[in-house]
């Protein structure tokens, strides 16, 4: 072995044999039991997930304020978008509505003060078909545009025809 491969292999052990100790006398010594609630996987998770029964306003405002998110990135993704202005109005209109169905139905859930895991789980469903349901219509005018006017398929979208 060479002499200065032998000496780093040497320097490399009393180094480690030297941070060892310093490493576990810097941990604290665990106790027996679970962790500490803050400091537990995924506390901040918990942190902010809901708890039922809850209070019928904190329950709208959550809603509110979900839907204003939705609102505010399907408007930066529209503005993006290089679509005609009418059908960015037509697709912020739909959204608008499908907003005041959730909304309704979360007042609905909150309506007697409290609102329960089921009740949320109702105004839940009722989100996602709308959802689903503005999917639908708008995945079918994509498509629609993709074809082309025309109805070919494969025209649109930067595809070009082939020679015949």
Known sequence: MNPTRRIRAILAAAAVALLVPTVASAEPIAE????????????????????????????????????????????KRLERAKIPEKVKN??????????TVVRKAAAKAAADGTVTKAEAKKVREVARKVKQKAKQKWAQKAKQHRKGKKGNKGMGKGKVPRGN
């Open 90 to 99: 037509q697709i912020r209109a739909d959204y608008q509505k499908g907003a």
């Open 32 to 75: 027996d039991g679970p962790p500490p609630a803050e400091d537990a996987p995924g506390a901040k998770a918990r942190k902010n997930r809901p708890n039922f029964p809850m209070a019928g306003d904190e329950f709208t405002n959550r809603i509110d304020n979900r839907l204003k998110r939705i609102g505010t990135r399907l408007n």
